[in-house]
């Protein structure tokens, strides 16, 4: 039997909630709110920001924790059991998640931020920004893949397979580039304070998650699991987003006030890197005959970020007030109209690629 | 009926009881939405009456109404001992709202 292919694909919108479709408008509103609480009731985020132990900021620490907890208690890990079944997807997202992505866009990020827009931002404050996009393409995107695996039909079997080792990857992976490359560009962080966010934000939440999963399924069973645990925490996701964001510009009411154009520059070295991405990706993919249903979600993950982790990554190690939290929201704010496009191209070529089939599997 | 198991899955399954659930499991985005994914699982279903009950050889299959003209394939995976079923086809075969 061959897996079925179907020449017609979703609605561009039908795997996405109404948050989540108008994700741009809501972070742009955050943004709004943000600057406003900063301006008149500054009281309010530099409240928050004096809940500190050992220099971790604990209401930003929970947010986080929000936006994070969900996504990982999500992930199935026995997944990674079938990743010698579409060897060639997972070589080429793999390879593009961890050797090519994180290079690239310090590359791309670097010519723009440091070179090209040199007299329109300040040496110190392109730094910032250039850390922040360090940050997001060293940490791929787990959970949104799964509504662009959608859009594009691909086989969403694959699709976990390559989120889980992703994740599994991640945890040895991700400080270490983080580390190289903001040692690279002359932003020195210590690696105590990495390690420390790798621990408060991937393996606390991570293991907590497993763990979740794990007991509840084994005392409930999965389709409770889905159905009725998940249901109730899957939203917390975009909320903690979203407050975060507002505390996040709050902070940042000053930037934004006096040069929104910043806003801008640092979008362009971002959407400039995951089209690139997304073509190393799919074009490998078709060189390698690698059918559509794995060749389309392969080039969104390697494409698309995990913001959130980004997100925490740059207030812990830079501060909620820095230009690199800044840069990292600036990726959530092109998120999804840049991937509606990816997945319109990724749909408009299905038919240059093999269809998935017994002699197309591995 | 368009759902195959490989001979292999069924070897595994008839030594895990001979059941097999074929469900939509719900993956949340970052940012909200989702989608449904399929996943089999070998074990008998919460409420099997919500499920299309089907005999395949000398295996029961519970599967979600929804999948049961899918083209989908069980099969079973792993390494290292430990083995692992999943299913391929178009999945996920719904947006979650």
Known sequence: MTAHQDATSPDHAEGMGLFERFLSLWVALAMVAGVLLGQFAPAVPETLSRFEYAQVSIPVAILIWAMIFPMMAQIDFSAVLGVRRQPKGLIITTTVNWLIKPFTMFAIAWFFLMVVFQPLIPEPLASQYLAGAILLGAAPCTAMVFVWSYLTRGDAAYTLVQVALNDLIMLFAFAPIVVFLLGVSNIPIPWDTVALSVVLYIVIPLTAGYLTRRTLIARRGSEWYDNVFMKKVGPITPIGLIITLVLLFAFQGEVILEAPLHIVLIAIPLILQTFLIFFIAYGWAKAWKVPHNVAAPGAMIGASNFFELAVAAAIALFGLQSGAALATVVGVLVEVPLMLALVRIANNTRDHFPAAGPEARG | ?97
Do not use: N
């Not at chain 2, 008998?44 to 009950?53: F, K």
């Open chain 2, 1 to 97: 009926m368009a759902i195959d198991v490989t001979p292999r899955a069924r070897e595994w399954l008839r030594r895990k009881g001979g059941v097999v659930t074929l469900r939509l499991s719900p993956r949340h985005g970052c940012c909200g939405g989702g989608a449904d994914v399929t996943v089999a699982e070998a074990r008998a279903p919460d409420e099997p009456e919500r499920y299309t009950r089907l005999e395949f050889e000398d295996v029961t299959l519970h599967i979600d109404p929804s999948l049961v003209d899918q083209e989908l394939r069980v099969d079973v995976d792993g390494f290292l001992g430990l083995r692992h079923l999943f299913v391929e086809g178009t999945s996920p075969t719904r947006a979650r709202k």
